[in-house]
Protein backbone atom coordinates (compact mmCIF):
# COMPACT_ATOMS: atom_id res chain seq x y z
CA UNK A 1 0.00 0.00 0.00
CA UNK A 2 1.36 3.61 -0.76
CA UNK A 3 0.42 6.25 1.54
CA UNK A 4 0.25 10.05 0.78
CA UNK A 5 -0.11 12.86 3.85
CA UNK A 6 -1.15 15.92 3.23
CA UNK A 7 -2.26 19.04 5.47
CA UNK A 8 -0.10 20.28 6.90
CA UNK A 9 1.26 24.02 5.96
CA UNK A 10 2.03 27.16 9.13
CA UNK A 11 -0.57 27.68 12.11
CA UNK A 12 -0.98 29.66 14.90
CA UNK A 13 -1.14 28.34 18.00
CA UNK A 14 -4.63 27.98 19.36
CA UNK A 15 -5.44 27.14 15.96
CA UNK A 16 -6.44 24.14 14.03
CA UNK A 17 -5.23 21.55 10.93
CA UNK A 18 -6.61 18.40 10.08
CA UNK A 19 -4.05 16.21 8.17
CA UNK A 20 -5.34 13.49 5.21
CA UNK A 21 -3.51 10.46 4.43
CA UNK A 22 -4.94 8.79 1.31
CA UNK A 23 -3.98 5.53 0.11
CA UNK A 24 -3.46 3.35 -3.06
CA UNK A 25 -2.77 0.12 -4.23
CA UNK A 26 -4.51 -1.83 -1.33
CA UNK A 27 -7.94 -0.70 0.65
CA UNK A 28 -6.87 0.67 3.89
CA UNK A 29 -9.69 -1.77 5.49
CA UNK A 30 -7.04 -4.34 5.53
CA UNK A 31 -4.53 -2.07 8.24
CA UNK A 32 -5.21 -0.33 11.76
CA UNK A 33 -3.18 2.77 11.02
CA UNK A 34 -1.31 5.68 12.92
CA UNK A 35 -0.25 8.93 13.06
CA UNK A 36 3.48 9.70 13.78
CA UNK A 37 5.40 12.87 14.52
CA UNK A 38 8.60 13.50 14.30
CA UNK A 39 10.59 16.79 15.37
CA UNK A 40 14.11 17.66 14.86
CA UNK A 41 16.34 16.25 17.63
CA UNK A 42 13.70 14.01 19.09
CA UNK A 43 12.30 10.81 18.27
CA UNK A 44 9.61 9.82 16.14
CA UNK A 45 6.35 9.06 18.04
CA UNK A 46 2.54 8.02 17.69
CA UNK A 47 0.09 10.32 18.36
CA UNK A 48 -2.76 8.67 17.19
CA UNK A 49 -3.77 4.95 16.22
CA UNK A 50 -7.27 3.79 14.91
CA UNK A 51 -8.51 0.42 14.30
CA UNK A 52 -9.51 -1.01 10.86
CA UNK A 53 -13.04 -0.47 11.72
CA UNK A 54 -12.28 2.58 13.36
CA UNK A 55 -14.12 1.05 16.43
CA UNK A 56 -10.79 1.26 18.95
CA UNK A 57 -8.30 4.22 18.93
CA UNK A 58 -4.94 5.49 20.60
CA UNK A 59 -4.10 8.89 21.52
CA UNK A 60 -0.73 10.08 22.81
CA UNK A 61 -1.21 11.53 26.02
CA UNK A 62 0.13 14.89 24.77
CA UNK A 63 -2.45 15.11 22.42
CA UNK A 64 -5.64 13.47 24.42
CA UNK A 65 -8.41 16.07 24.16
CA UNK A 66 -6.95 18.16 21.19
CA UNK A 67 -6.11 15.55 18.52
CA UNK A 68 -8.78 13.38 16.97
CA UNK A 69 -8.56 10.27 14.30
CA UNK A 70 -10.76 8.94 11.89
CA UNK A 71 -11.18 7.11 9.33
CA UNK A 72 -13.37 6.32 5.52
CA UNK A 73 -12.41 3.34 4.31
CA UNK A 74 -14.74 3.85 1.03
CA UNK A 75 -12.81 7.35 0.45
CA UNK A 76 -9.42 4.81 1.59
CA UNK A 77 -8.62 7.45 3.86
CA UNK A 78 -7.77 8.23 7.42
CA UNK A 79 -7.43 11.94 8.87
CA UNK A 80 -6.13 13.62 11.78
CA UNK A 81 -7.91 17.03 13.17
CA UNK A 82 -5.44 18.56 15.51
CA UNK A 83 -7.36 21.45 17.51
CA UNK A 84 -6.08 23.82 19.88
CA UNK A 85 -2.29 23.30 18.57
CA UNK A 86 0.73 24.70 20.10
CA UNK A 87 4.30 25.41 19.47
CA UNK A 88 5.10 21.90 20.64
CA UNK A 89 2.95 20.03 17.75
CA UNK A 90 5.74 20.93 15.35
CA UNK A 91 7.01 18.34 13.78
CA UNK A 92 6.75 16.15 10.24
CA UNK A 93 3.81 13.81 10.45
CA UNK A 94 3.65 10.82 9.16
CA UNK A 95 1.34 8.50 8.78
CA UNK A 96 1.49 4.75 8.43
CA UNK A 97 0.07 1.28 7.84
CA UNK A 98 0.72 -1.50 10.21
CA UNK A 99 1.54 -4.94 9.36
CA UNK A 100 -1.80 -6.91 7.93
CA UNK A 101 -1.18 -9.71 10.46
CA UNK A 102 -1.38 -7.20 13.57
CA UNK A 103 -4.36 -8.03 15.86
CA UNK A 104 -3.98 -4.86 18.35
CA UNK A 105 -4.14 -0.69 17.53
CA UNK A 106 -0.10 -0.43 18.67
CA UNK A 107 1.95 2.79 19.14
CA UNK A 108 5.08 1.10 18.78
CA UNK A 109 7.01 2.07 15.23
CA UNK A 110 7.94 -1.25 14.32
CA UNK A 111 4.84 -2.76 14.13
CA UNK A 112 3.89 -0.20 11.00
CA UNK A 113 5.61 -1.91 7.45
CA UNK A 114 4.07 1.32 5.23
CA UNK A 115 4.63 4.87 5.66
CA UNK A 116 3.92 7.99 3.86
CA UNK A 117 6.47 10.57 3.12
CA UNK A 118 5.17 13.10 5.48
CA UNK A 119 3.78 16.93 6.07
CA UNK A 120 5.33 19.63 8.03
CA UNK A 121 3.21 21.23 10.49
CA UNK A 122 4.55 24.41 12.16
CA UNK A 123 2.86 26.43 15.05
CA UNK A 124 3.53 29.24 15.47
CA UNK A 125 3.49 31.05 18.89
Avoid: H
Avoid at 17 to 38: P, T, V
Avoid at 92 to 116: F, K, T
Amino acid sequence: VQLQASGGGLVQSGGSRRLSCAASGRALSSYNMGWFRQAPGKDRECVAAISRSGGMTYYADSVKGRFTISRDNAKNAVYLQMNSLKPEDTAVYLCAADRPSAVVVSRMIYEYDYWGQGTQVTVSS
